[in-house]
């Protein structure tokens, strides 16, 4: 059979230049990491040629008994991991794993608490158009003003007022960790069920560095691909309870086959997250995060107007707050961009600006520390960063922080092996 190069040129000259793209600058974007040659593989395996409904055991196709050893590979290395009774790990994505934990104990009309998006929540957490905006009434909470936390106390206000029958408590955009047991004795005190959406922070979770949701929620979703670090797609999590309605409205619920090369690599993936090596990765993750909101705390960028949302960082993202700075968050990102550093601009909470251009920028560590990205890696990328967004950025700046950016993704190379 012709390779790729030969079938489509065309496609496989954009992997290229995306696979040089990723080598030559520095990724920042806090939903983002690199997934190991081992991943990659699975991914890009014959298994993608098999359907398999249902599961493993009981399918709907012949021939599934190795998808049949990959599968539950995949279910027992993840529930291990994060000490859950019950995993399916066939949603195609953190949205749909949302989707389907939502509709396994809600009926259209229901009211559900989220994090507002506008405060550091997601899309699937109400947003007006997505389908958990559609399908429930959604009462929203917000962060602080002062503080930049959210305030538990306004929680428990708002969900004793409106009786939700679901509490969502994860983020997209937020720096610091959830108080889980608080959350669930909130939803106790309601009868609302508590989802716990860890896609952001499950590596740091899978680690050890980070307080586990798993314990104090009914439901627990993440994506894989973030700071996990392995292929895109979703799982949900719960108790024995819960495990045949998550099941069932996953597979024939809301998804035909499952994506079995998918799920072999997020076996891999589940497998590598186990590992010390892994653990060391999370403690640089957090080290680069802290590192990077102190020197974006110094006088020079309280001079500039530039401040980091909350006052720190607890996770894998800073939260750049440009409110006072005459800099956008739209001019910030197209700044870094031009000296090799890819971020995306997202809105502060109180947020002036509007959603195309915002104040802030969201910034994370996973994907250098996948890198090989250490302490002193970082304080040199956090004192790029910080200099970029002075108003004294110039021509000269801009050439000298763009070489300063090529020596630390030369010194740390990424997929040596590919090409
Ligand atoms: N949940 C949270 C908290 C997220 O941040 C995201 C992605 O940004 C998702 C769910 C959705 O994941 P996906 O993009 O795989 O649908």
Redesign the pocket.
Known sequence: DASLATVDPEVSAAIDAELTRQQSTLEMIA?ENFAPVGVLEAQGSVLTNKYAEGYPGRRYYGGCEHVDVVEELAIKRVTELFGAEHANVQP???????AAAMAAVLEPGDTIMGLDLAHG?????GMKINFSGRLYNVVAYQVDKESGRIDMGEVERLAREHQPKMIIA????YPRQLDFAEFRRIADAVGAYLLV????FAGLVAAGLHPNPVPHAHLV???T??TLGGP???VIMCGQELAKKVNSTVFPGQQGGPLEHVIAAKAVGFKINASEEFRERQQRVLDGARILAERLSAPDCAEAGVKVSSGGTDVHLVLVDMVASELDGKNAEDRLHSIGITVNRNAVPFDPRPPMVTSGLRIGTPALAARGFGTEDFTEVADIIATALQPSFDEATQKALAERVELLARKHPLYPDIR
């Open positions: 939903s195609h994505s953190g949205a749909q794993a949302n929540g997601h899309l699937t957490h994860g983020w997209s955009a959406d860890m896609a952001h979703t993440t994506t691909h973030k895109r797609g979703g």
